[in-house]
């Protein structure tokens, strides 16, 4: 049983700016998995920080840990038009992934905010509450990861036909970001390269989740793509730091040159992504895997 005082210690370095960011991140991830009012109320201060990745990456803890107590703060974030819209985005994602239909009315009102990638979340957050109130007592996470996403995976199996939904612009978004995660859910190569290929199609947002989902897959066949998104200064900022954390993910020796390249980018957001994503590459190597020489 982790005490207040644990807790406390965890929370002073998530909220102190004079520690570094990787160790923030870790602080962060550490609350997420303790969960509880303290861990909701040390995630909830740092809202004030000005990294638009970490409190990205705040909103999206908050969401995860599907607690009700987090809407309060989460609604705030999202009406603050203050904040960077990629934080206000993941604010109104995580109100639909907390799953309490009591937020349907707030999300709806940004449904058309002038924002775009803050509207398409919440119109996808109204159709997620909206799915589960259609279909009580699914589970919250279903499949082989332990995110909660934004849209259940669709029902077809077929790779060719989760493909083309993926990428025919004309469904609706929900619709495309079911095929996303049933590619992701039936995992391998080729479901690799065809999600790889939505890296240049659809919203930012869209082109956004694409490297999220391509970073849960960890597959190096999506490495070229990523890198070459990663790469590309007049892609949407929140796209490219997805693509560097995805590579950061995959953790393979072609990961690397990708990701320094970019530790001192123009864009913070994506400078500080390729940090913590060599941070991540470190973990997920583990200390008895070495690289190959150059």
């Known amino acids: 049983m982790v005490t207040e005082q644990e807790v406390e210690a965890i929370g002073q370095v998530l909220v102190d700016p004079k520690q570094p960011l990787q160790a923030r991140f870790r602080a962060l991830f550490t609350l997420r998995g303790l969960g509880g009012p303290g861990a909701i109320a040390w995630i909830s201060r740092a809202f004030h920080d ?89 589970p919250a996470v279903a499949g082989p990861y332990l995110s909660v996403d934004p849209a259940p995976p669709a029902e077809e199996r077929d790779l060719g036909q989760l493909r083309e939904a993926l990428l025919d612009e004309t469904l609706p978004l929900f619709d495309r970001y079911r095929a996303m995660f049933a590619l992701r859910n039936a995992g391998g190569q080729e479901a690799a390269l065809a999600l790889a290929e939505g890296l240049r199609c659809g919203s930012a947002l869209f082109r956004h989740e694409v490297g999220y989902v391509l970073g849960q897959l960890q597959h190096e066949a999506a490495v070229p793509q990523l890198a070459a998104t990663l790469a590309h200064p007049a892609e949407s900022p929140m796209v490219r730091h997805e693509c560097a954390e995805a590579l950061g993910a995959i953790a393979r020796p072609s990961c690397l040159a990708a990701l320094h390249a970019h530790t001192a980018d123009p864009e913070r957001v994506v400078r500080e992504s390729c940090l ?19």
């Open 276 to 294: 913590v994503a060599l941070d991540m590459y470190e973990q997920e190597r583990g200390p008895f895997q070495q690289d190959p020489p150059p």
């Open 50 to 138: 000005d990294s638009a990745l970490l409190k990205h990456e705040l909103a999206y803890c908050l969401g995860q840990m599907q607690d009700s107590r987090a809407i309060p703060v989460l609604s705030g974030v999202l009406r603050d038009t203050r904040q960077e819209p990629m934080v206000r985005h993941e604010a109104g994602e995580a109100l639909g992934a907390i799953g309490n239909p009591q937020v349907l009315e707030l999300l709806r009102q940004y449904c058309s905010d002038p924002t775009v990638e803050v509207a398409e979340t919440c119109q996808l957050a109204v159709r997620r509450l909206e799915w589960l109130q259609q279909h009580p007592g699914q």
